[in-house]
C-alpha cells in the first residue's frame, strides 16, 4: 500500500473528519466541541490475548516511544490487569512511521510468586548518544495483598525500587535491571539536560496533619515530588531537590523539558484525592537546572502522567491522561512563554448537550452518565475557605441531580423550590423557571442564598460542607479503591456501576459524611435529567493554605471551559468513562514531522480490556492549522 507524506495526509483526513471531531460552532469563532485524532490516523500497537491469563486478553498499560535510525521502538507494561500480579516490560518496534508494529519481546517478567512483586510503569527515553533507557518501577506485593496505593506500597513491609535496563543497539537487545534506589514511587522518563545532566522526577509518600478530612484511602499521607541525577552518564544516581512539597497537592508523575540551558518546566498531576475535588496540574519552573524550584501556577489541562518536550518548532506539545473530567488521552501545543489561563474542568461525553444561542448557554441532560454536563472549579480545601458563587440562570426542568451548584455546600435547584442537599427542609420556594440571579456565599461556618439581590436563606453548614466547588450535574457515587479479588485477577477499574464482580460489587461505593466519594470518583450519575439556561457566573475561592480564584464567565465569552474545546485535541475516547482504562501516553516527533503519539486505551466502544495504540499527527494538525490555515 501507498502512503501519502502524513503533513498531507493528515490535511485530507482532518478535513473529511466528523463534524464531532473538527467541532462545529454554536456561535461563529467558538469550537462546540474538541478536536479528535481521526480514526484513519489511529494504529494498533498490540492488543494480544494469546497466553493471557483470563478470557478478556492482555491488559495494555503505561506505552512509550522513541524514535531511532532504524524506526520506532514502543515499550509497554502487558499484564494481567491494572492491578496486577504478573506482566512484562515489553518492547514493539516499527519501520513504516507506526503504521505496523512487529518483534514484541519481553525485556523483563515479574510475578508474586517467583519474583515477589511486579514491574509498575516503565518509562522509555533516547539520549544525545543513542543509547535507549527505561527507568520502571518494581513493587513488591503477594497474591493475597490489596494493590497497594503508592503511600503504602513505599513503606518498608512492602517496598519499591527503581530499575534501568540499556540498549545500545536501537533496542533490538537490553541489558538490565540495574537497581538504583529503594524508594521506586512513580518515576518519570529520563531527559538530558543540556550540560549532559540525566535527570528524571520521583514521587515519594509523607504523612501530614495538615489536611482537613483527609479522603480515603489516602488519609494522613500526600505526595512529594523530587528530581534526581546523574552527571556519569547514568552510572550512579542521587536526588537533587524537591520540585514540589504541598499536601494540599500530592504532585505526582511529574513530566519534564528543558526550555533553554539550565531552565526546566515540570508538569505535575495533581495527586490530592486523585484529582477527584477540581485541581488542575500545575507548571512548576526552574532556572538553575533544577537546583531549586520557584514560580508555579494553575496550567488549564488535568492531566495524569503527562509527557511534554519540544517539538522541532520550539512549541511544547503535552499529552496525558485527563482526570478531573471526561476520560481519554489529550494533546495541547502552546508556547514556552505563553500565559495559559486557569480554566473549568468539565465532565461531558456528549458535547451536543450544551450549546450556546441567544446570549446564554443551554445545558440539556438526561440519565446515565453519558449524558450529564458538570463543570468543576477549584475547591475549597477547608472548613473556613471562602467560596462565593453568582450565576444567572433559569430552570425548565431538573431531576433529583439535575441541576445543582456547589459552593463549598451543595444547593439544589427546582423549578419551584431551591434547598440544600442532605438537608431538604433547608429551603425555599421560588419560581426558578424566570431569570434569576443567584449569589451563594460560604463563610465562616454558614451560608446564604440570595435571588435578585435579596436574602432568602441564611443556615449553618455544619455537615454539609464539600471541598467540591461545581456546577450543572450532581455526581451522585464514586468507588472505592480497594475492591480486589485475592487472586490478583479481578478488575474494578472501568466496570460500569451496579455490575457485580465476584464476592463484591462495584456499586457498593463508600462516601464520606459529608458525600465525598471516597478514593477515585467514577462518573456515575441518576435523576440527572435536565433543562437549564446560563447567562453567566463568576466565582471566587478563598483557600488560606493553597491556591485561590477569582473567575468569570459569560456566554459571550463561549463556554465556560472554551479554552479546551478550541485549543485541546483528544486522541482517544475512553468508552468504559473509566479514566484507568487510558492514558499515560508518550510521543515523539520524526524528521518527515510526523507526530507520533502512543498510549493504551479500550477505544470507544470499549474493548474488554486496554489496549496500546499509536496516533500518527502532525503539529500542524494538533494547532488546528491544517484545516484553517492558522487562527
Known amino acids: 500500500m501507498k502512503y501519502l507524506p502524513l503533513a498531507v495526509a493528515a490535511v485530507a483526513i482532518y478535513a473529511s473528519a466528523s463534524a464531532a471531531q473538527t467541532g462545529r460552532t454554536s456561535e461563529p469563532g ?24 483470563n478470557k478478556k486478553g492482555w491488559y495494555h498499560h503505561v506505552v512509550n516511544v522513541v524514535d531511532t535510525p532504524e524506526g520506532l521502538v514502543c515499550v509497554y507494561r502487558r499484564t494481567d490487569a491494572h492491578t496486577s500480579i504478573l506482566g512484562d516490560i515489553m518492547v514493539a518496534r516499527s519501520t513504516d512511521g507506526g503504521r505496523t508494529w512487529t518483534d514484541h519481546k519481553s525485556v523483563a517478567y515479574a510475578d508474586v510468586w517467583n519474583e515477589g ?41 512492602r517496598g519499591m525500587s527503581n530499575h534501568l535496563f540499556w540498549s545500545r543497539d536501537n533496542g533490538k537487545t537490553w541489558d538490565g535491571p540495574h537497581k538504583i534506589d529503594d524508594v521506586g514511587g512513580e518515576p518519570g522518563y529520563i531527559i538530558e539536560l543540556s550540560d549532559g545532566t540525566l535527570m528524571y522526577t520521583r514521587t515519594e509518600s509523607r504523612e501530614t496533619d495538615k489536611i482537613w478530612n483527609p479522603p480515603l484511602p489516602w488519609g494522613g499521607n500526600y505526595y512529594r ?44 498531576r495533581i495527586g490530592f484525592g486523585n484529582a477527584q475535588f477540581g485541581q488542575p496540574s500545575r507548571f512548576i519552573y526552574s532556572d538553575d537546572g533544577g537546583h531549586t524550584w520557584g514560580r508555579h501556577t494553575l496550567s488549564p489541562i488535568y492531566g495524569q502522567r503527562t509527557a511534554v518536550h519540544k517539538l522541532r518548532s520550539g512549541k511544547l506539545l503535552v499529552t496525558y491522561r485527563n482526570w478531573w473530567g471526561t ?55 477547608a472548613p473556613d475557605s471562602r467560596v462565593e458563587f453568582e450565576a444567572e440562570l433559569r430552570v425548565e426542568s431538573a431531576d433529583v441531580n439535575g ?65 467540591l466547588v461545581r456546577f450543572g450535574n450532581r455526581q451522585t457515587s464514586g468507588w472505592s479503591t480497594s475492591l480486589h479479588r485475592p487472586d490478583g485477577l479481578k478488575r474494578i477499574i472501568g466496570e460500569r456501576a451496579n455490575v457485580t464482580l465476584g464476592e463484591a460489587s462495584v456499586s457498593q461505593r463508600p462516601v464520606s459524611a459529608t458525600g465525598e466519594p471516597l478514593g477515585a470518583p467514577a462518573n456515575v450519575t441518576f435523576g440527572n435529567a435536565s433543562v437549564s439556561h446560563w447567562r453567566s457566573l463568576a466565582v471566587k475561592v478563598e483557600n488560606k493554605n493553597d491556591h485561590s480564584i477569582d473567575w468569570q464567565w459569560s456566554a459571550r465569552d463561549g463556554f465556560p471551559d472554551q479554552f479546551r474545546r478550541d485549543r485541546i485535541v483528544r486522541l482517544d475516547r475512553t468508552g468504559s468513562r473509566s479514566p484507568g482504562d487510558s492514558g499515560y501516553s508518550s510521543w515523539t516527533e520524526r524528521p518527515d514531522g510526523t507526530v507520533v503519539i502512543v498510549d493504551y486505551t479500550n477505544g470507544n466502544p470499549a474493548a474488554p480490556v486496554p489496549f496500546a495504540r499509536a496516533y500518527l499527527t502532525t503539529e500542524d494538525f494538533l494547532t488546528g492549522q491544517a484545516l484553517t490555515g492558522g487562527r
Open 403 to 467: 441541576v445543582h451548584i456547589s459552593a463549598g455546600c451543595d444547593v439544589k435547584i427546582e423549578p419551584r423550590r431551591i434547598s440544600l442537599h442532605g438537608r431538604a427542609s433547608d429551603g425555599f420556594e421560588i419560581d426558578a423557571t424566570q431569570w434569576r440571579k443567584y449569589r451563594i456565599v460560604r463563610e465562616s461556618g454558614m451560608i446564604e442564598i440570595y435571588v435578585d439581590g435579596e436574602l432568602k436563606l441564611k443556615k449553618p453548614t455544619t455537615g454539609l460542607e464539600t471541598r
Open 117 to 157: 512483586g511486579i514491574w509498575v510503569a516503565p518509562q522509555l527515553s533516547r539520549l544525545k548518544d543513542g543509547r535507549l533507557v527505561i527507568i520502571c518501577d518494581f513493587g513488591r506485593r503477594t497474591a493475597k495483598e490489596d494493590h497497594p496505593m503508592l503511600s503504602q506500597w513505599q513503606k518498608p513491609d
Open 30 to 53: 467558538r469550537r462546540s466541541a474538541m478536536r479528535e485524532i481521526p480514526d484513519a490516523s489511529k494504529f494498533t500497537i498490540s492488543n494480544a490475548t494469546t497466553g493471557a491469563p
Open 327 to 381: 476520560p481519554g488521552s489529550y494533546a495541547l501545543v502552546f508556547d514556552a512563554g505563553e500565559k495559559l489561563p486557569y480554566q473549568p474542568t468539565s465532565f461531558i461525553w456528549d458535547e451536543g448537550r450544551t450549546t450556546i444561542k441567544d446570549g446564554a448557554m443551554t445545558i440539556n441532560t438526561a440519565e446515565g452518565p453519558e449524558s450529564g454536563v458538570i463543570f468543576g472549579l477549584y475547591p475549597a480545601q
Open 225 to 268: 515530588n523530587g528530581a534526581v541525577v546523574s552527571t556519569d552518564g547514568g552510572r550512579t544516581w542521587e536526588r537533587r531537590s524537591s520540585i514540589s512539597d504541598d499536601p494540599l497537592q500530592g504532585d505526582c508523575e511529574v513530566g519534564l523539558v528543558e526550555l533553554a540551558p539550565g531552565k526546566l518546566l515540570a508538569v505535575t
